[in-house]
Structures are given as C-alpha cells and as structure tokens.
C-alpha cells in the first residue's frame, strides 16, 4: 500500500476493512477518516494520535500483556528462591550489581568462550531486550517513526537488530549508519533490514532538526569497550541529541532518546564527566547496569540480559531483578510518577450521524456488537452493571452479556448476592458497555426481571461442568475464612460428581432481564467533541417507537 492511498470504504463497511487497515497500520500509514455516506476514507502517513483500527493493540496482545504506561514494576515470576531479596532490587535500584569496565568485558569473554554463546546470538539477545524495553514505555501509535544511529561496533550491531523487531512490533524505523563494518555479521543485519525496505539515511539525508521527522531516538552509537573522545561524524551526531535536550520547547513533543547500555559521550564508569554526552529519557542496560548507570537520570531504566546464566550470575556475585513473564526486559527501580491530570487521548472516529445510524437501537447495538466481535476485542459482552437498594446507595461491577433481543439484554448471577438483593429492593438497573480500542461506548437503563427457570435451567447445564460447581460452592458476597475454605467446598463437590451425573442448579441461581427504556451510543471525537445519540421510546398512533435525541458531550 502506498503511503498516500485512498480506500473506497463506507461507514456502514468500515470494519470489514480491518485486514487491509490492519496491513496499513503495519506499513505505518494511519487513517484520517473522511465517512460521509459516500465518502471514501483517507488514508496517509501522519504522527499517529490514534487510528481507527485496533492494531495499534495486536503487539501487546501477541505478548499476553495489556496497553499500560509503562510497566508496574513488580516481579510476575521470582527464580532460584529470592523472592524477597528480587523484590528488594525491584523498589531499590541501589541494591543491583553495577558492573564497571573490566567486568563487563570478562563476562563477554566467558559468555563467548566457555559457555558458547556467539556474538551473533548475544547482538540478537540484546538488541530484542532494546525493541521490548522500548516497547513497553513508547506506543507505536504514538511514537510510530523511530531513528537508530548505529555505531561501528557491538552496540551498532545490537541497535540494528532492534531496529528490525521494532519493525515487526509495528514501528516504522529508520537507520542511520554512517561508518559500516565489513563484517559477514553486520552485512547480513543490513541485508534482513532492507529485504523489510527499512530505510537506510547518510548523514545528508538526516534532517536539520531530527525533532521534525522522528518520535524516537535510539543511541547505539558506542558501548563500553569504547575508549577516548568520540570522532566525526559521531561527535556532531550526539551534539544534536544533546541540542535537542538543551532547546526544551515545551511546545513541541520533543523525540524520545533511548541509549543501548552506555550513552554516548559517557565515561563507562564515571558517567557525563563532560557534560557533553547524550542525555536519554530511556537507558537499556545490558547483562547487568554499568557502573555510569548510577548517573542516569532518566525517566526509565531497563535491564536486557535473561540470557545470564547462574555460574556468571555466581562469580560475579550479581544481584539482579529477575524478570516479569516470558519478558526480555526488566524495569530497574520504581516506574516514573504519572501526572494523572495530564492523561487523555484525542480520539479519531468516524462521525456517529443520527441519519446513519438504525432507527430501532437493537438493530444499532447489534452492528455495534458485531464491530467489537470483528476487531478481535477480549470479551467485547463484558458490561458494567450499576443497581441500587432501597437505601439509594449505587453500586457497580463487571458482568457478561449472556444474551439479548427485543425483550431484553440477559445476565446470569447468585440471586441472594448483594446485586440479587439491590434489585429485589429496587428492580432498575443500568448497564454500560465500554470498546476502549474503537472509541465506544453505550449506556442502557430500565426495568429488571428474572428470567424463568426453564430458561436458566437450560443456560446453567450449557456452561462448563467447572462452572457449574463453583456456582454452587460461592455463595456470593457473604464472609468467608479465606480462599482455602472456598476451594474446599468446591473439592467437595467435585467429588461429589466425579461419576459424571448432572449437576442439579441450585435454585438461588438463574438469570436477569433488563428491558431497555433508554439507550446511549458514545462515539469518541477529537477535542472531546464526542458524538452522543439517545433512543427514547415513544408511542405514536398506538404503536411504540424510538426518538433519536443528540445529547451535547
């Protein structure tokens, strides 16, 4: 796909497209969208705020992980039986081994000798816990155009690596690498970046002010074994990193700097003794932090090294965090303080018209729902479900959507919890339902029933015999000593049934209708001017209709 292209696609067909705009977000072409009945949606390369798709989504996904800021800090999985110390070094980036110059390149040496590894495989390695370091702090929906300035050595060789997985991640790099090594190795990485069509700039193709065409910056300019002042063209290389610092215009997004191990221009040990050394806002060490690292004062430091074997670990007396899932990075110490008042997100939609949308809301939920089902979103049937007693205090929680049609929206509960109890007190209720990844949402209140018992009945046996039995075990809000006593009685049960006969519903279980008196769709806009369309019923001529109403965001 060219990077100005046009998609003849109407609304009413928007997410059929989503393969061919997943395959535009890859190429990093983003969507303005243009969605007039007839109108085809634009499609061009521009600084992503955020697109219409969900792909922005499909890396974090692919890892198990949810979209967050940043990563929480805290250990998922603790090795070798130091759970207490490994959370320690989490809070306590003090309590880590800090590595100085002679160390580090003892560990290369036995990694590459005795214990086998190739330079290949190290350079692979690291440049990997580069690309998801950088991918847990800086979205590819919004810090899309990334530029590597490579080195001649290692640390080239690493940030070229991670230039092709950032690609794979969903990034658009660039590379810049003005004095190449005519090595079989480096050719090679040179060879798998262009056969992706990863550009390559000289010097003269850079432009002016880097701010202007990249969102990140990566330094893999020289690594520890460097020695002495940096030479042309580096040194003007980093005297533009440091001038971007330096210029701090706090009206212009600045690019994110992120430095392979050691930041250029930095003494290995002794850190920015010149004052003139990159100053980057992520640091990835590599193996273990270098004695520099203490000077960082960025917002985010990473440590790449799982492949650090216990024998290197023990005669080095390393003390090193241990790493979250199946991860190649590990944030050392507390992740940054996030002003929550500076938190939003301009979203990009299109227009929500009240001469596009159904004229019965069913039929309008049902597009929207099939919308959701079609992006790939987890669990699109999760809904917020908001009742009160009779003391008129609210009270919310996450169900699922087991079912609706023209009679109602259904869910399924323990009657006697304290939802069961709240609407027996007051038989209304509200639902919300929430597509954060297509900017959605839509709001439902009305009168609450029970379903009947032939109809839970049938629903309770359809579920999953596991299910079955916790529905019996959990008797829903009241007090309990503690998880051991709940997974007991479901052992009980378990038992119980083991012969395979049919698990009797317990009568204070079944399901509830909501019968809508009210509808909402939210369509989130740009300058929080949000679309907002409301269905109020209506009898005209004896018959019963809905009236569309906008509301003002």
């Not at 207490?84 to 036995?110: F, G, H, V």
């Not at 701010?211 to 003007?236: E, K, N, T, W, Y």
């Not at 930041?263 to 990835?284: F, I, R, Y």
Request: a neutral charge.
């Amino acid at each position: 796909m060219p990077q100005n292209a046009v998609v003849n696609c109407h609304n009413s067909e928007l997410y059929k497209m989503l393969p061919l705009l997943r395959k535009a977000k890859r190429m990093s072409c983003f969507l303005t969208p243009i969605l007039l009945p007839s109108a085809p949606i634009s499609v061009h390369n521009f600084n992503a705020t955020r697109s219409l798709t969900t792909s922005h989504l499909l890396l974090p996904r692919l890892l198990g992980l949810r979209p967050k800021i940043g990563y929480s800090g805290k250990s998922w999985g603790l090795v070798r039986g130091m759970a207490t110390k490994m959370d320690s070094i989490q809070q306590n980036p003090e309590s880590i081994s800090y590595l100085n110059q002679q160390e580090a390149a003892e560990i290369d040496e036995i990694l590459m000798g005795p214990l086998g590894f190739s330079v290949d495989q190290l350079m692979e390695l690291a440049g990997l816990s580069v690309a998801t370091a950088v991918a847990e702090v800086y979205k590819p929906s919004e810090y899309s155009r990334v530029l590597t300035i490579c080195g001649p050595g290692n640390n080239g060789g690493d940030g070229l690596v991670a230039a092709r997985h950032l690609y794979h991640f969903g990034y658009k790099p660039f590379i810049c690498y003005p004095k190449r090594t005519a090595k079989p190795l480096y050719n090679g990485l040179i060879t798998q970046l262009e056969s992706l069509s990863v550009p390559f700039l000289s010097l003269e193709d850079l432009p002016k002010d880097l701010s202007d065409s990249f969102d990140i910056l990566v330094d893999a300019m020289f690594g520890f074994s460097f020695h002495g002042s940096p030479r042309p063209p580096f040194d003007d290389l980093i005297h533009r990193l440091v001038a971007l610092k330096i210029r701090d215009d706090k009206h212009q997004k600045s690019p994110a700097i992120v430095s392979i191990d050691i930041p250029s221009g930095w003494h290995v040990e002794e850190g920015d003794l010149s004052g003139e050394g990159v100053k980057p806002d992520m640091l990835v060490s590599l193996t273990a932090p270098k004695l520099c690292a203490k000077s960082f004062s960025g917002l985010h430091h990473f440590l790449g090294g799982r492949f650090v074997p216990p024998s290197i670990r023990d005669k080095f007396n390393l003390q090193l965090p241990a790493y979250p899932g199946t991860s190649m990075c590990v944030r050392i110490g507390k992740p940054p303080k996030i002003d929550i008042s500076s938190m939003r997100e301009n979203y990009i939609s299109p227009a929500l018209l009240e001469e596009e949308v159904a004229a019965d809301p069913f039929d309008q939920f049902q597009k929207w729902f099939d919308d959701a089902m079609t992006a790939g979103l987890k669990e699109p049937n999760a809904m917020a479900l908001s009742t009160t007693g009779k003391d008129g205090k609210p009270s919310s929680r996450i169900v699922l959507l087991k079912g609706f049609d023209k009679d109602g929206f259904v869910w399924y509960t323990n009657y006697e919890g304290s939802k069961g109890q709240q609407i027996a007190e007051n038989p209304h209720a509200a639902l919300l339902f929430y597509w954060d990844d297509l900017n959605r949402q839509v709001r439902i209140e009305g009168p609450v029933k029970k379903v009947s018992d032939e109809e839970s009945e049938q629903y309770f046996h359809s579920r999953p015999r596991g299910s079955q039995l916790g529905a019996i075990a959990s008797k829903q809000s009241t007090i309990i000593p503690g998880r051991q006593f709940l997974i007991d009685e479901y052992k009980q049960l378990e038992a119980k049934y083991s012969d395979g006969s049919l698990i009797p519903k317990p009568k204070h279980w079944g399901g509830y209708r909501l019968k809508p008196e009210m509808f909402e769709f939210w369509q989130g806009q740009q300058s929080r001017l949000h679309d907002r369309l409301c269905y109020i019923p209506e009898t005209v001529d004896g018959r019963r209709e809905w009236r569309i109403e906008r509301l003002a965001p």
